[in-house]
T-cell receptor
């Protein structure tokens, strides 16, 4: 299993441009999440999905997601702003209630100029 | 609202010294607490969870509901323990985690 994969690893975007960060998992996990990781700020949840066809957001505006199938959970930056410069982490976990281990991807380092 | 506080941004110790990374939380319900670790150039991964009451890589953490704390401890630090450590909380009935801001542990030879 590849686990959780993310592409691209790095990207530079100009203010106002849009972009989609890709995330995929091959573990048949129901839950998937997107976090941003900033120095001194820890991890902040952006969006999560409990299953294909459902999504829920934690922070307003600037981001969109879709969950068309179990494997993929792309994150779209609609109109990039410098405040969205960050490392974006995708995670997945099983739907079971007896364990709660999130599996993280390697991250996408995004710079908005 | 729930909150996870890690008061130290950086903790620097010498090899063989005891280590305690602090984590305090605020949540009115019954929480589940976790420690995640990120080694240099590696993915964030689960270190341990309070429900399991396990010791991983010599680390232990006990949930103290009276003090609302979940401190991570190791009696003798090793250089390979150098990493970023995050404490995380899961609320009862919810699927998501709330993370603290993280503590960088540096273990010097």
């Amino acid at each position: 299993n590849a686990g959780v994969t993310q592409t691209p690893k790095f990207h530079i975007l100009k203010t106002g441009q849009s972009m989609t960060l890709q995330c995929a998992q091959d573990m048949n996990h129901g839950y998937m999440s997107w976090y941003r990781q900033d120095p001194g700020m820890g991890l902040r949840l952006i969006y999560y999905s409990a299953a294909a066809g459902t999504t829920d957001k934690e922070v307003p505006n600037g981001y969109n997601v879709s969950r068309l199938n179990t494997e993929d959970f792309p994150l779209r930056l609609v109109s990039a702003a410098p405040s969205q410069t960050s490392v974006y982490l995708c995670a997945s976990r099983t739907r079971g209630t007896t364990t709660y281990e999130q599996y993280f991807g390697p991250g996408t380092r995004l710079t908005v100029t | 609202a729930q909150r996870v506080t890690q008061p130290e941004k950086l903790l620097s110790v010498f090899k063989g010294a005891p280590v305690e990374l602090k984590c305090n939380y605020s949540y009115s319900g019954s929480p589940e607490l976790f420690w995640y670790v990120q080694y240099s150039r590696q993915r964030l991964q689960l270190l341990l969870r309070h429900i399991s009451r396990e010791s991983i890589k010599g680390f232990t953490a006990d949930l103290n509901k009276g003090e609302t704390s979940f401190h991570l401890k190791k009696p003798f630090a090793q250089e390979e323990d150098s990493a970023m450590y995050y404490c995380a909380l899961k609320r009862s009935g919810y699927s998501t985690l709330t993370f603290g801001k993280g503590t960088m542990l540096l273990v010097s030879p």
